[in-house]
């Protein structure tokens, strides 16, 4: 087995790097202390190609695999969660769910300008009411002559403010349960249509996340994403990308949190040497190395099946559930061996510590992640596998 990097995948990764190095590392406790939505960066990594890694040439993209992907939001991550959280809506949920269910037509119309950053993307599934029971959503659409009217509120939409294209999920066949749920594509701009209450999170403040709110907001029929009543499992095809997406973003942050906590270890200096002499330090650092390595094989497992066009849903929800889970022990860690530092915002723990708890909860819960991989491996077991 080999598990090494290709030369353009290294060098995909050193650019990355120094990109967030140079361009977002300066920023990052202003954006997040202000809640600053950081466009100017998003702007260039459209330009590098970072909003449309997964997306081939043709439709403006960078023509690269999950594997790549992967690596572009562990890269940014390491820097800052809110701009990996950022890109990872964008490219894994949105513009995935209209290249993968998107007709020819919707495909040339938005994926170029989505891909080159012109414009970015949101998409909602999530309801105040209807969170982890996805499929209980109570916004509704109703087909009218040539368009759908759609009526309802959405919540927790990542780039919700700023997104000129929204992918929404709604029910058009309220009888049928999770198989008359629509997914629908909406422009900013068009009535009946606006961004709510923007929260205000512990974590991933520099990310907008969004109330969207629809009354009598009418859309042309062609703006239909795949078939009527298909929504919902489209979504569910879409969460398999976007999990490894999550399970990248959460180990980027668990290896900031990581090299913050050996870096301050060896300079941190008690009873006369470094805290990193003592065992109880090394231990700390030891674990964590050993839990990154491991989320590090388990994402790139899933990548790798992704690319190789092989289901994933086992997978990908391994790879979210354990980096995710490992990434906030790390940031924890990671505080703890600041001290009392840790606890200031004179250094990067305490951000890794608030930032990095969202991925065990967006895209399907920890919970949610073990009912999936419980209800596949049941599947084998029926199928004699």
């Not at 809110?82 to 495909?107: E, K, M, Y």
């Amino acid at each position: 087995m080999d598990f090494s990097l290709t030369a353009d995948q290294l060098a995909l990764q050193r650019e990355l790097r120094a990109f967030a190095e140079t361009e977002i590392a300066p920023h990052v406790r202003e954006w997040d202390e202000q809640q600053l939505w950081p466009g100017d960066v998003l702007r260039r990594l459209g330009e590098l190609g970072a909003l449309g890694v997964i997306f081939p040439p043709e439709l403006g993209g960078a023509g690269l695999g999950y594997l790549d992907y992967t690596l572009v939001i562990e890269e940014l991550a390491r820097v800052d969660g809110s701009i990996g959280l950022i890109v990872a809506a964008h490219n894994s949920l949105c513009a995935n769910h209209i290249f993968l269910a998107g007709s020819d037509c919707q495909r040339r119309r938005y994926l170029p300008r989505l891909a080159r950053g012109e414009w970015l993307g949101c998409w909602s599934l999530t309801e105040p009411g209807a969170g982890s029971d996805a499929s209980g959503a109570r916004t509704h659409a109703r087909r009218d002559g040539d368009s759908w009217i759609i009526n309802g509120t959405k919540s927790f939409a990542t780039n919700g403010h700023h997104a000129q294209v929204c992918v929404v999920m709604a029910a058009t066949d309220r009888e049928a349960g999770k198989h008359g749920i629509s997914a629908f594509i909406v422009e900013q701009g068009t009535p009946g249509f606006r961004a709510g209450k923007k929260e205000n999170k512990l974590g991933m403040r520099a990310s907008d996340t969004a109330e969207l709110i629809f009354e009598d907001c009418r859309v042309p029929a062609a703006n239909l994403l795949g078939e009527a009543g298909r929504g919902f499992m489209d979504a569910l095809r879409i969460l398999d990308g976007g999990r490894i997406g999550i399970a990248a973003l959460a180990l980027g942050m668990a290896t900031g949190a990581f090299e913050a906590a050996r870096r301050y270890a060896a300079e941190r200096r008690q009873f006369g040497q470094p805290i990193a002499s003592f065992e109880a330090i090394q231990w700390k650092l030891a674990d964590m190395a050993t839990e990154l390595d491991a989320a590090r094989l388990l994402t790139r497992r899933a990548a790798w099946l992704k690319d190789q066009g092989r289901p994933v849903t086992r997978e990908a929800a391994m790879a979210k559930l354990y980096a995710s889970e490992a990434a906030v022990r790390a940031a924890n860690e990671c505080v703890q061996i600041h001290g009392g530092y840790g606890f200031l915002k004179d250094y990067p723990a305490e951000k890794f510590y608030r930032d990095v708890k969202l991925c065990t909860i967006g895209e399907g819960t920890s919970e949610i992640q073990r009912l999936v991989i419980a209800r596949e491996l049941l599947r084998d077991l029926e199928r004699g596998a």
